[in-house]
């Protein structure tokens, strides 16, 4: 990491002018959906120094800024749009240009003189915002008979320094009482989704810990840096085939460049190799992973993106113990560097575009290759070692004319074993969880999302997936974990998306939210969840609905 502290230094010391400040929404914002929106309106795509979907890198200033611009490059937009600017400016006071109603505080205390801050300090070279977070939900759970619940108490504070220095946490204490199918997936890998290791004691009751923040330092108005615990997303869908945000964070390091209409992104991570009630480790071990992603607006609808993912492990036996120095070299291609090192490590290449269309279409889509032998493709035998995923996806808003009815369908697939190695430290996952797609491998889904905004306050999101995967049984391989070694594949030749135990899962949910205040919602949902598979071990069917009451927070989805 020395190296990463004098590349640090060199930059700031190389500037004089600083451009723009390193704070970001966190992923799962609603702004996400609201500059998704606007982008597509506008008929261009956002630039570089406003905002990447693909690289999901929404600064705080750049937004604020964006979005005192767009009234007057929209006219005639809806009350519900002018409700969506109004909210990006008031989620991004301090940056903002267009006055936002002051007041003297809740009664007169000096707390909330902004709606989107519990208690905030704004001066020229000072910036600091405190909030609370709270998630109050009671559902009743239709296969366990049973009600369930997520109680969850914390806070979240945002800070920026002279211009340069960015400060994020956020810290809350959560008690999670399981529903049907996160029991499941806590029986199958011993973790819960998102999280890390759990105390086992109360089951199915648990309690832990949500915790991330991060360190920002912008250098100048190219570059900014990033490096603490949180997740990171690259994509412009609803999953990513490349990297998501459904695994635990990780530690990491990112430099973020922006430049002419290219969003350079290069992340340096640590992941943890989690073997259940294996009580001789004291501690986990880990393995490490670089991802590079470029992209490029080729023209003013038109973004194409290139991206490199190579994961390792370095344990006895090698000279170099942690993480790699080799790959620290921002470059996009790493390939050179595993070739002459004559690496072990896991690689996985691709690419992905955008094309917006219009005024109410994005076109999308990534395509993914780990291992590729064009003769076998051709061949069409179902070779295991052709390992490919691809997504396309299409968004169109104000369906039909109608204001605020958004549209978004999506297809993701990924061939069996794709994401593995021959050595399963070295598979892309973290905590026994995928930093992909959640389902890992030997899988195909088609999902659609239909989002309306009928009033101002009032939000309702219905989401339906359908995902055709294989399952193992008795120890067998047929490519859907992808934390075990493809030297355990159960044939060379005949592979297909589905096989072992084919299972088909049904899920369809409906959200409705009414935002009380600035982030804080009632929420009203129900999810109908269903697997069928050739095999009775592997079914189950149930209904969840609840309310909740949700302060600064993402809403939890039924979605895998």
Known sequence: MRIVCYLLLWVASSVVQVFAQGIYVPLGSPSMHMLDRFEIKQGRLANPMEFSTSARSYKRESIAQF??????????LSAQDQFNLTYLQRDNFEFTKTPNPRSKGLWKTGLYKEQAALWHLNIPEFKWVINPVAYQRLAYDSWLNDYTFINTRGIEMRASLSKRIGIYTMLADEIQRLNQWDREYYREFDVLPGQSWLHREKYPTLNYWLASGYVSFTA?????????????????GYRSMILSDGAPDNLFLRMNTRIWRITYTNIWGELYDYVPFDFNRRHNRRHYYATTHMGINITSKLNIGAFQTVVFQRDSGHAIKGYDPQYLNPILFYIPIENGMNSPDKMIIGTDFKYNFAKHFSLYGQFLLSELVVSELLANDGW????????????YIDVAGIDNLDLQVEMNEASPYMYTSFEPRNAWQSYRQNMAHPTGANFREWLTIVRYQPAPKWFVKAAGFYNLYGNDTNGSNWGKNIGLSYYTLER???????????????????TTSYMLWHNLFIDMQIAYRKLDSKLAIFESETI?????????IASRHCNY
Do not use: C
């Open 544 to 552: 969840n609905a609840g309310f909740g009451l949700r302060w600064n």
């Open 220 to 236: 100048n108005k190219y570059f900014d840096f990033q490096f603490g615990h949180s997740r990171n997303f690259l994509g412009h």
């Open 67 to 76: 979005a005192d611009s767009v009234a007057s490059r929209l006219p005639g």
């Open 492 to 510: 060379e030749y005949g592979n297909y998306i589905g096989q072992g135990v084919t299972t088909r899962s049904y899920i369809v949910e409906v």
């Open 384 to 395: 295991w070692g052709n390992k490919i995923a691809m997504q396309l996806g299409l968004k």
